[in-house]
């Protein structure tokens, strides 16, 4: 599958192989999938490149919905999802949807194109969406910003953006490349590209660290796990649920936490996070496990959240390490920790049998309290429509929920049954839903998985509709009306 119905080995406008060829090989070294993008007349080098390129592409009508699509491909790979877009207007429009990739810790690589090499500086030279310094709108969202000048820098500044996208706590990069660098001919200059790679880091969990908090939560009488997003984006589930089942002890998820552990555990107080009884359970601990979420806003029930014991927090953004609540700070991937704690605490032996059941009881009594406090309150349409999707959607079925009085319902209510949940609470924007869920799609077909999604759009957020297969588009692309 081609972004575009033209045979592969197609010559450039300038050549066989041209800056444009240069990149996608790049990216195809690096291991990408496939592309989300939207020409525009400063990158068509690229958009010329992808009819020779084996990569597939996710086409666009508007840059805003090519960063969502891209924030859901990468979403479900696990990888840098590339993002192709033009220079100016065309990147600015995609700044919203990285505001959410940054939010929320997704790789997205963006590769923008620029005006030609002469006009880099911020000299006025006048050319067609020249910005005095584009980089620079985008200091504030993406994690790095490249900007390449030369063909030959292609190969080496898509590896190191790759790296820095990749890398724990991960995010979108920019990349920019002028028009005339993407337009250039490679040959002989630029051999194709095949030995590629890179390697993305974690900060890995100090022993001492590890060591003090297992101590804390093996002599702790009411230890409880609050498990964020950062589990999941590290695949630590498996030793999140070994520590919780070592201790044992509770395990609260936040919205973005909530496949870290099966729904149905006995062990699971699931992630009714605005609620005040799971608030005041937090706040009863005499030892907080905090790993994978910074505790921001929508973690500690609007900051009303008042530790009252020892706090733990593991997180792999430096900045977010007990940044609203003192306690011992553990930089480092969740999954490092985590398998490091459960490893510590399973060798002190077999817990006893009566402090599980008393932590079985508590989830059971916390979930029970709030079941109550929701009959009370005549909510039954809310309950009803959840609970609706929930049994008409296939087990495995990832959702994506737009900023929405239904997609607010999911975040506490919503069992994932083994698909992932998304929702664009990251940065709070409109319409990340739709256009998530058709690069999660993409994905997923690229990989051969069933690529029905669910998205639960609202408040004006659902702006694309599907567009049958004919050429150019392939059948996968989607465009806004108009």
Not at 242 to 249: I, S, T, V
Not at 380 to 399: C, V
Not at 436 to 464: I, K, Q, T, W
Request: aromatic share 4%.
């Amino acid at each position: 599958m081609t972004s575009l119905d033209l045979p592969a080995g197609t010559p450039g406008t300038l050549g066989t192989r041209i800056g444009g060829d240069v990149v996608l090989e790049s990216l195809q070294a690096l291991g990408a999938e496939g592309v989300v993008g939207l020409p525009g007349q400063h990158a068509l080098g690229l958009f010329d490149a992808l009819r020779r390129s084996e990569l597939p592409c996710l086409a666009a009508r508007v840059e805003n919905n090519a960063g969502f699509m891209a924030d859901g491909l990468a979403r479900v790979t696990g990888k840098p999802a590339p993002l192709l877009l033009s220079t100016g207007p065309g990147a600015l429009t995609s700044l919203a949807a990285w505001q959410e990739s940054a939010a929320s810790s997704v790789p997205v690589l963006a590769i923008s194109a620029q005006v030609p090499v002469a006009g880099l500086g911020g000299g006025r030279h006048g050319y067609l969406h020249e910005l005095p310094d584009q980089s620079a709108s985008f200091r504030g969202v993406v994690k790095s910003t490249f900007t390449v000048r030369r063909i030959s820098q292609i190969p080496s500044a898509l590896a190191e953006a790759w790296t820095t996208a990749a890398s724990a706590p991960q995010g979108p990069v920019l990349v920019e490349i002028p028009q005339d660098v993407l337009l250039e001919t490679a040959e002989p200059s630029v051999p194709p590209v095949v030995d590629l790679t890179a390697t993305p880091t974690a900060p890995p969990a100090r022993e001492e660290l590890v060591q003090q908090a297992a101590d804390l939560l093996r002599g702790a009488e009411n230890p409880v796990i609050l498990a964020g997003g950062g589990v999941v984006r590290a695949g630590a589930g498996e030793s999140l649920r070994r520590l919780a089942e070592a201790l044992p002890a509770p395990v609260v998820t936040t919205f973005s936490g909530k496949e870290a552990l099966a729904w149905d555990h006995p062990l699971n107080a699931r992630s009714w996070m605005e609620d005040i009884a799971t608030t005041e359970f937090l706040e009863s601990a005499d030892v907080l496990l905090v790993v994978g979420s910074g505790l921001g806003e929508l973690s500690s029930n609007y900051h009303t959240f008042a530790p009252r014991g020892r706090v733990i927090h593991v997180e792999a953004d430096l900045g977010k390490v007990t940044a609203n609540h003192t306690g011992l700070g553990v930089h480092a991937d969740a999954s490092a920790a985590l398998s490091g704690m459960a490893a510590a605490v399973e060798s002190s032996g077999a817990p006893d049998p009566g402090r599980r059941t008393r932590a079985e009881q508590r989830v059971t009594a916390l979930l029970a309290t709030v079941a109550r406090r929701l009959e009370g309150q005549g909510l039954e349409s809310e309950r009803a429509l959840l609970s609706g999707l929930r049994q008409a959607a296939p087990e495995g079925t990832d959702t994506f929920w737009d900023m929405t009085i239904a997609g607010y319902w999911a975040w506490s209510a919503w069992d994932p049954r083994d698909g992932r949940f998304v929702s664009a609470q990251g940065a709070g924007g409109l319409g990340h839903a739709l256009p998530a869920a058709a690069g999660a799609s993409f994905a997923r077909r690229l990989r051969g998985e069933p690529s029905a999604v669910l998205a639960v759009s609202g408040d004006g957020g659902a702006h694309l509709r599907h567009r049958p297969s004919s050429p150019p588009w392939p059948s996968t692309s989607w465009t806004s009306p108009g």
